[in-house]
């Protein structure tokens, strides 16, 4: 088994400290680091997410992504986040997808954040290049996408497109709610109840967990439980995590 990723990647950089007084000169809290956690995120989170679950991967994605950061500050105790800074956030390029051999994988998977690296255009042409392709995307949905096999969205995404899905797209959708669990076809896929500690990267988690479970079965429904118990298992953790 051996599947492919295709989207833009970045750096996460997570800050612990403590905030115990406001700033003399500004009603703004005083912020102590502890420590410091980096990994690779967005796309590059999706792969090494496969490579946990021991599935052969290839990531094709920008280069430059160790230079892209997205850096949270977070109080050690409470896991509250005071504020996120966003660098480089406009220079992930654009992708050429020329050189890609599809046909050596199992599956595709497009992990799109519509920062420009993937366009409409490309998203189509990958999808007829393979049969099996999954989107997980930021983009209003539309024709475009047709030849997806499965496209993974959360709920707020969902609202923002429904105007554009059709009933061809709408088939194809699976809705992530977080601790409700996700939707497909209008049945509904309950999650266990826990404690939640960081929802970042748990899209990521899904849609990894998602493709590789179906790739083994070719059963969407065994799928989507899977990749409920690999969200599940990430969300109780600090910070981007893997299953």
Same mark, same amino acid.
């Given at each position: 088994?051996?599947?492919?990723?295709?989207?833009?990647?970045?750096?996460?950089?997570?800050? %612990?400290?403590?905030?115990?007084?406001?700033?003399?000169?500004?009603?703004?809290?005083?912020?102590?680091p502890i420590s410091i956690?980096?990994?690779?995120?967005?796309?590059?989170?999706?792969?090494?997410?496969?490579?946990?679950?021991?599935?052969?991967?290839?990531?094709?994605?920008?280069?430059?992504?160790?230079?892209?950061?997205?850096?949270? %500050?977070?109080?050690?105790?409470?896991?509250?986040?005071?504020?996120?800074?966003?660098?480089?956030?406009?220079? %992930?390029?654009?992708?050429?997808?020329?050189?890609?051999?599809?046909?050596?994988?199992?599956?595709?998977?497009i992990s799109d954040y519509?920062?420009?690296?993937? =366009?409409?255009?490309?998203?189509?042409?990958?999808?007829?290049?393979?049969?099996?392709?999954?989107?997980?995307?930021?983009?209003?949905?539309?024709?475009?996408?047709?030849?997806?096999?499965?496209?993974?969205?959360?709920?707020?995404?969902?609202?923002?497109?429904?105007?554009?899905?059709?009933?061809?797209?709408?088939?194809?959708?699976?809705?992530?709610?977080?601790?409700?669990?996700?939707?497909?076809?209008?049945?509904?896929?309950?999650?266990?109840?826990?404690?939640?500690?960081?929802?970042?990267?748990?899209?990521?988690?899904?849609?990894?967990?998602?493709?590789?479970?179906?790739?083994?079965?070719?059963?969407?429904?065994?799928?989507?439980?899977?990749?409920?118990?690999?969200? =599940?298992?990430?969300?109780?953790?600090?910070?981007?995590?893997?299953?």
């Amino acid at each position: 088994m051996k599947i492919l990723v295709i989207g833009e990647s970045c750096h996460d950089i997570f800050i %612990y400290g403590s905030a115990n007084r406001l700033c003399p000169e500004a009603p703004v809290p005083v912020f102590n680091p502890i420590s410091i956690i980096k990994n690779g995120g967005m796309a590059k989170n999706v792969y090494k997410n496969l490579l946990s679950l021991n599935i052969e991967a290839n990531l094709f994605t920008n280069e430059n992504y160790s230079s892209i950061t997205k850096t949270r %500050y977070i109080d050690y105790n409470m896991n509250y986040m005071f504020l996120r800074v966003d660098e480089n956030d406009d220079q %992930y390029g654009r992708a050429n997808l020329k050189r890609l051999r599809y046909k050596n994988y199992d599956a595709v998977i497009i992990s799109d954040y519509d920062k420009g690296f993937l =366009t409409q255009e490309d998203i189509q042409h990958i999808s007829k290049k393979h049969c099996n392709v999954f989107l997980d995307t930021k983009k209003i949905l539309g024709s475009w996408c047709n030849d997806i096999k499965y496209i993974k969205i959360n709920k707020s995404e969902y609202e923002r497109t429904k105007h554009t899905v059709s009933k061809e797209i709408l088939d194809k959708l699976i809705i992530t709610m977080g601790s409700e669990g996700c939707k497909h076809q209008d049945i509904f896929y309950p999650v266990t109840k826990v404690e939640i500690k960081d929802p970042v990267g748990a899209g990521d988690t899904f849609i990894s967990g998602l493709v590789a479970q179906f790739v083994k079965s070719n059963n969407i429904e065994e799928a989507i439980c899977f990749a409920n118990q690999c969200a =599940t298992s990430v969300v109780q953790k600090r910070g981007t995590s893997i299953i």
